[in-house]
Nanobody
Framework: QVQLVESGGGLVQAGGSLRLSCAAS????????MDWYRQAPGKQRELVAA???????NYADSAKGRFTISRHNAKNTVYLQMISLKPEDTAVYYC??????????????WGQGTLVTVSS
């Protein structure tokens, strides 16, 4: 099967930076979308940044100008570079990917999440 593993979360002070990583592994033929979502306490899950294999990106307004999503396609890895972090960025960050497997199945796969805590 296909798995996503996130890393890079932790505790950081307001104004600081973190870099999240998500690595996909398994029987992958193609990866289309690799996205980052987050869910803060008491709030719905929201899209933070999205990317396609062709290189297009999309950001939530709250992330634009502070967060950068990038991909290393050969490593099946997506990154989220976060700067100027704010307490309201505190959330569990999830990696999401859409994948075509080697046996031609289309899957939506989620990672288990990594916690980002921004203190004031």
């Amino acid at each position: 099967q296909v798995q996503l593993v996130e890393s890079g979360g932790g505790l950081v002070q307001a104004g600081g930076s973190l870099r999240l990583s998500c690595a996909a592994s398994g029987s992958i033929l193609n990866i289309n979308a690799m996205d980052w979502y987050r869910q803060a306490p008491g709030k719905q899950r929201e899209l933070v940044a999205a990317s396609t294999s062709a290189g297009s990106t999309n950001y939530a307004d709250s992330a634009k100008g502070r967060f950068t999503i990038s991909r290393h396609n050969a490593k099946n890895t997506v990154y989220l570079q976060m700067i100027s972090l704010k307490p309201e960025d505190t959330a569990v960050y999830y990696c999401r990917s859409t994948v075509t497997t080697t046996n031609y199945k289309f899957l939506e796969v989620w990672g288990q999440g990594t916690l980002v805590t921004v203190s004031s």
